[in-house]
């Protein structure tokens, strides 16, 4: 008790309140009467005669065998013959009355039922729960077989009226005698029925690979540059060995792991290497594994997946279960026609830069094409979020009910196992013994984490959520020196962190096979040494493929290299949140040309005055050729335009990057904002379009654009002096454009020769010619200037003089 005059209570002493506080809760009747009454539940009449009314039918049908033997013996002594050779039955009837006698004083007497409960049995059940619940399983379902074998032999006994022993090894014997009429009763049935549980159990199997303690080598020392979630999952992998640390403090284990992220992180390596540090049997299911022809079939693999998930639980103290590419599993909303995963869109996407975390993972054509849907109207009709939901399909190829099969053994009601346990027990009045405690853990690893359905995501089932993003630059750098490790190279540690600045979003899988890809390259140079013109060329190779063999005529040659030109002297002048990677004029599938950037390091956010400089670095291509080309430009400006119109609709409708506030994503939705047309169709669209935000989106692009014809203007030399490069090496690293630009010496070109005053008037003269034949549509009657003091070095060769003379270029 507290002291009045303390004012408060203090910690752990009782308080009584001096006023009511509220409504009290009712006082739980039920509970009282289980307080005082700790007695045994009364059995049901039924419960309490249906084992003496089964021994009396047995008795009565072994008087019924002795009077069907012998027709002259009377009822009378058929029974006194029955029960001197039966007496057994009597005396399973005296147990069973001994028993009900038990139940009955059990019933009234709380001393009784304590003493038996608590005493006898109590002390029994303590002793069993000692031993392994592997050798507990063992030994109960041995003695189980050898209690139905003396049953079988006791009833056998008496219908052949032979020992019990005997009759056991009678049996086949006997059952071959009858076997002809059995066979010609069941045969139809067993015949059509047996061909039906062979097809599904044929096609119940497959797709799921166990592999045991020994077998997995693999080790979290083999996942390089994920150290964050290693580091999440190492912690799951304590409570897996350990459950006793979390459930004595009344915790439980997490059962569930969801692994998400881009393609090729090491979700599956992470997986593997949890069953390595861990020892316990690791079940890989196979991606395709539950889509079947047949309905029901999945469901068989879901229940004989998890039947040998609990044996190996039980046997070796745990197991794991892999679901790679769990977005094969399906979504239920999918198969109603509503958007399964489309409230869970946005929760697994993060915005760094404005944009859904998943664009990273596509190629700039898929982004802009994201972009321009997410863009587009939604006109309630089937636009692309509709398809893709129907394009899901549930599990089982239609569902079947086999993704509710999983969603049931992920976390369903723990029923008791064993058919003697459930039903034999509760025959004998006992209660069904729970099942233990399986530990299994549960991995799954998806790129698609809103194609799973909600409900397989919950607690309980999927515990803990770790995103395997792309690594970080230090994560980078020690993945490339994991990989290189393993190769005979001469990389630096510069040139390894350079490698590792250049290669933004790589991940362990294009890392191990960029490397892959350089040891290819010096084994075709006829070199075992990897060098870091190899990894250059090599990563060339990945991002852009093999340029196509083909040729420009030079007039085209010559617009293509003054078209990249622009673009890489803008952004080495305007934009300095990247770098030039690297600048090409070789043909490829989809390009003639391209410049791409870099970030130098990781950043997360992004700036208005950032977006306008990639803004100008895109109309850069429009400005030079009009600049350089007398007013002209070609169509290949036109992937330029859709990107700066897509990032200045951005910043002016969605980012607050422009001259107004309000957001067109939510005027889009609710349909103000634009001219006639109902919300959401093409012709609102377009009167939006027409109405204040194309305004703005057209008055940004002119401003942008004037600046950059500013920037050109001033660097007119310079854009030159880059096409000239482009023209003579087809493809330049970032360096050897920056090299260009500050006159320096680069890994390949030297940029020195490019600042002496005669290669200014030169390039003039050789853009003029170019000019003309592209007025003309002819032929250049000039030859590419070679400057002699800058002949290019290095693997290309050296350039030799044109094998014509022209007095139009003096050299």
Same mark, same amino acid.
């Not at 976390?411 to 233990?436: A, D, E, Q, V, Y």
């Given at each position: 008790?507290?002291?009045?005059?303390?004012?408060?209570?203090?910690?752990?002493?009782?308080?009584?309140?001096?006023?009511?506080?509220?409504?009290?809760?009712?006082?739980?009747?039920?509970?009282?009467?289980?307080?005082?009454?700790?007695?045994?539940?009364?059995?049901?009449?039924?419960?309490?005669?249906?084992?003496?009314?089964?021994?009396?039918?047995?008795?009565?049908?072994?008087?019924?065998?002795?009077?069907?033997?012998?027709?002259?013996?009377?009822?009378?002594?058929?029974?006194?013959?029955?029960?001197?050779?039966?007496?057994?039955?009597?005396?399973?009837?005296?147990?069973?009355?001994?028993?009900?006698?038990?139940?009955?004083?059990?019933?009234?007497?709380?001393?009784?039922?304590?003493?038996?409960?608590?005493?006898?049995?109590?002390?029994?059940?303590?002793?069993?729960?000692?031993?392994?619940?592997?050798?507990?399983?063992?030994?109960?379902?041995?003695?189980?077989?050898?209690?139905?074998?003396?049953?079988?032999?006791?009833?056998?006994?008496?219908?052949?009226?032979?020992?019990?022993?005997?009759?056991?090894?009678?049996?086949?014997?006997?059952?071959?005698?009858?076997?002809?009429?059995?066979?010609?009763?069941?045969?139809?049935?067993?015949?059509?029925?047996?061909?039906?549980?062979?097809?599904?159990?044929?096609?119940?199997?497959?797709?799921?690979?166990?592999?045991?303690?020994?077998?997995?080598?693999?080790?979290?020392?083999?996942?390089?540059?994920?150290?964050?979630?290693?580091?999440?999952?190492?912690?799951?992998?304590?409570?897996?060995?350990?459950?006793?640390?979390?459930?004595?403090?009344?915790?439980?284990?997490?059962?569930?792991?969801?692994?998400?992220?881009?393609?090729?992180?090491?979700?599956?390596?992470?997986?593997?290497?949890?069953?390595?540090?861990?020892?316990?049997?690791?079940?890989?299911?196979?991606?395709?594994?539950?889509?079947?022809?047949?309905?029901?079939?999945?469901?068989?693999?879901?229940?004989?997946?998890?039947?040998?998930?609990?044996? $190996?639980?039980?046997?070796?103290?745990?197991?794991?279960?892999?679901?790679?590419?769990?977005?094969?599993?399906?979504?239920?909303?999918?198969?109603?026609?509503?958007?399964?995963?489309?409230?869970?869109?946005?929760?697994?996407?993060?915005?760094?830069?404005?944009?859904?975390?998943?664009?990273?993972?596509?190629?700039?054509?898929?982004?802009?094409?994201?972009?321009?849907?997410?863009?587009?109207?939604?006109?309630?009709?089937?636009?692309?979020?509709?398809?893709?939901?129907?394009?899901?399909?549930?599990?089982?190829?239609?569902?079947?009910?086999?993704?509710?099969?999983?969603?049931?053994?992920?976390?369903?009601?723990?029923?008791?196992?064993?058919?003697?346990?459930?039903?034999?027990?509760?025959?004998?009045?006992?209660?069904?013994?729970?099942?233990?405690?399986?530990?299994?853990?549960?991995?799954?690893?998806?790129?698609?984490?809103?194609?799973?359905?909600?409900?397989?995501?919950?607690?309980?089932?999927?515990?803990?959520?770790?995103?395997?993003?792309?690594?970080?630059?230090?994560?980078?750098?020690?993945?490339?020196?994991?990989?290189?490790?393993?190769?005979?190279?001469?990389?630096?540690?510069?040139?390894?962190?350079?490698?590792?600045?250049?290669?933004?979003?790589?991940?362990?899988?294009?890392?191990?096979?960029?490397?892959?890809?350089?040891?290819?390259?010096?084994?075709?140079?006829?070199?075992?040494?990897?060098?870091?013109?190899?990894?250059?060329?090599?990563?060339?190779?990945?991002?852009?493929?093999?340029?196509?063999?083909?040729?420009?005529?030079?007039?085209?040659?010559?617009?293509?290299?003054?078209?990249?030109?622009?673009?890489?002297?803008?952004?080495?002048?305007?934009?300095?949140?990247?770098?030039?990677?690297?600048?090409?004029?070789?043909?490829?599938?989809?390009?003639?040309?391209?410049?791409?950037?870099?970030?130098?390091?990781?950043?997360?956010?992004?700036?208005?005055?950032?977006?306008?400089?990639?803004?100008?670095?895109?109309?850069?291509?429009?400005?030079?050729?009009?600049?350089?080309?007398?007013?002209?430009?070609?169509?290949?400006?036109?992937?330029? $335009?859709?990107?700066?119109?897509?990032?200045?609709?951005?910043?002016?409708?969605?980012?607050?990057?422009?001259?107004?506030?309000?957001?067109?994503?939510?005027?889009?939705?609710?349909?103000?904002?634009?001219?006639?047309?109902?919300?959401?169709?093409?012709?609102?669209?377009?009167?939006?379009?027409?109405?204040?935000?194309?305004?703005?989106?057209?008055?940004?692009?002119?401003?942008?654009?004037?600046?950059?014809?500013?920037?050109?203007?001033?660097?007119?030399?310079?854009?030159?002096?880059?096409?000239?490069?482009?023209?003579?090496?087809?493809?330049?690293?970032?360096?050897?454009?920056?090299?260009?630009?500050?006159?320096?010496?680069?890994?390949?070109?030297?940029?020195?020769?490019?600042?002496?005053?005669?290669?200014?008037?030169?390039?003039?003269?050789?853009?003029?010619?170019?000019?003309?034949?592209?007025?003309?549509?002819?032929?250049?009657?000039?030859?590419?200037?070679?400057?002699?003091?800058?002949?290019?070095?290095?693997?290309?060769?050296?350039?030799?003089?044109?094998?014509?003379?022209?007095?139009?270029?003096?050299?």
């Amino acid at each position: 008790m507290t002291n009045p005059s303390d004012g408060a209570p203090q910690p752990g002493a009782l308080a009584w309140p001096d006023h009511d506080t509220g409504p009290q809760p009712p006082p739980d009747h039920e509970a009282a009467d289980r307080d005082e009454r700790r007695t045994r539940k009364p059995l049901a009449a039924w419960d309490r005669v249906k084992f003496l009314l089964l021994l009396s039918l047995l008795l009565l049908f072994f008087v019924w065998s002795a009077m069907a033997d012998n027709p002259l013996v009377p009822f009378e002594d058929a029974v006194n013959q029955t029960v001197a050779a039966k007496w057994w039955v009597l005396a399973l009837m005296g147990v069973e009355l001994a028993r009900q006698l038990h139940y009955f004083i059990s019933e009234h007497s709380a001393a009784y039922h304590r003493a038996w409960s608590q005493g006898v049995f109590g002390r029994f059940e303590r002793r069993a729960e000692r031993m392994n619940d592997w050798n507990r399983f063992r030994v109960a379902r041995a003695l189980k077989v050898l209690v139905f074998l003396a049953l079988l032999s006791v009833v056998l006994g008496a219908l052949f009226d032979v020992d019990p022993a005997t009759a056991l090894f009678e049996l086949p014997a006997r059952a071959f005698v009858v076997l002809p009429l059995i066979l010609q009763l069941a045969f139809g049935f067993f015949f059509v029925m047996f061909q039906f549980i062979g097809l599904f159990w044929f096609l119940s199997k497959g797709g799921i690979d166990v592999y045991f303690p020994d077998d997995i080598k693999t080790r979290f020392s083999d996942v390089w540059g994920q150290d964050p979630v290693v580091d999440r999952v190492k912690e799951n992998m304590v409570f897996l060995e350990a459950p006793e640390r979390i459930e004595e403090k009344g915790g439980y284990v997490p059962g569930g792991i969801l692994l998400w992220g881009p393609p090729g992180t090491g979700k599956t390596l992470m997986a593997e290497a949890v069953a390595g540090e861990t020892g316990k049997p690791f079940v890989f299911v196979d991606p395709g594994a539950f889509v079947n022809m047949f309905m029901g079939v999945g469901i068989l693999k879901v229940k004989s997946l998890f039947r040998k998930l609990r044996k $190996l639980a039980v046997r070796y103290g745990g197991v794991i279960v892999f679901f790679d590419e769990a977005d094969s599993l399906g979504n239920r909303g999918s198969l109603a026609g509503t958007p399964g995963g489309a409230a869970g869109a946005s929760a697994w996407s993060t915005k760094p830069d404005g944009a859904g975390d998943h664009l990273r993972w596509l190629s700039p054509g898929a982004q802009a094409e994201v972009l321009r849907t997410g863009l587009a109207p939604s006109s309630g009709g089937d636009g692309p979020a509709r398809v893709r939901d129907r394009m899901i399909m549930g599990m089982g190829g239609g569902g079947g009910g086999t993704l509710q099969a999983l969603l049931s053994e992920l976390s369903g009601l723990k029923k008791p196992r064993g058919f003697l346990n459930r039903i034999g027990r509760r025959w004998l009045g006992l209660t069904p013994k729970p099942p233990p405690k399986y530990r299994i853990l549960v991995m799954m690893a998806t790129n698609m984490p809103e194609a799973l359905d909600e409900a397989m995501l919950r607690p309980g089932r999927i515990d803990r959520m770790y995103k395997v993003g792309y690594p970080s630059k230090e994560g980078r750098k020690r993945t490339y020196r994991g990989y290189f490790d393993k190769v005979s190279h001469s990389l630096t540690d510069d040139e390894i962190d350079k490698l590792a600045t250049i290669t933004p979003y790589a991940t362990g899988a294009t890392i191990k096979d960029l490397v892959n890809e350089a040891l290819i390259t010096a084994i075709r140079d006829g070199r075992e040494t990897i060098t870091w013109p190899d990894v250059l060329k090599s990563k060339q190779l990945k991002e852009l493929g093999p340029p196509e063999d083909v040729e420009y005529i030079e007039r085209e040659r010559h617009a293509v290299a003054v078209h990249e030109a622009c673009h890489a002297v803008v952004a080495y002048r305007v934009r300095h949140h990247l770098t030039i990677d690297l600048a090409t004029i070789e043909k490829g599938g989809t390009y003639l040309g391209m410049v791409s950037s870099i970030k130098p390091e990781d950043q997360f956010t992004h700036w208005r005055s950032e977006y306008e400089a990639d803004i100008m670095v895109a109309l850069a291509s429009l400005a030079g050729e009009r600049l350089f080309f007398d007013g002209d430009n070609s169509s290949g400006v036109s992937g330029d $335009l859709d990107s700066a119109t897509t990032v200045a609709t951005l910043m002016e409708g969605y980012w607050g990057m422009g001259s107004t506030v309000a957001s067109h994503g939510v005027t889009h939705k609710i349909g103000i904002g634009g001219g006639g047309g109902k919300p959401g169709s093409e012709e609102h669209e377009r009167e939006l379009l027409k109405g204040s935000l194309g305004e703005r989106i057209e008055e940004k692009l002119a401003e942008l654009l004037g600046r950059t014809e500013v920037v050109l203007v001033e660097n007119r030399t310079p854009v030159l002096a880059v096409a000239h490069a482009l023209e003579t090496y087809k493809t330049l690293s970032g360096e050897d454009v920056i090299a260009v630009l500050e006159g320096r010496r680069g890994p390949i070109v030297d940029g020195r020769v490019y600042h002496v005053p005669e290669f200014a008037e030169l390039a003039e003269r050789y853009h003029a010619v170019a000019t003309a034949a592209h007025r003309g549509h002819s032929k250049v009657e000039a030859p590419l200037p070679v400057l002699g003091d800058g002949a290019p070095r290095g693997e290309r060769g050296v350039l030799v003089e044109a094998d014509r003379t022209d007095d139009t270029l003096q050299h």
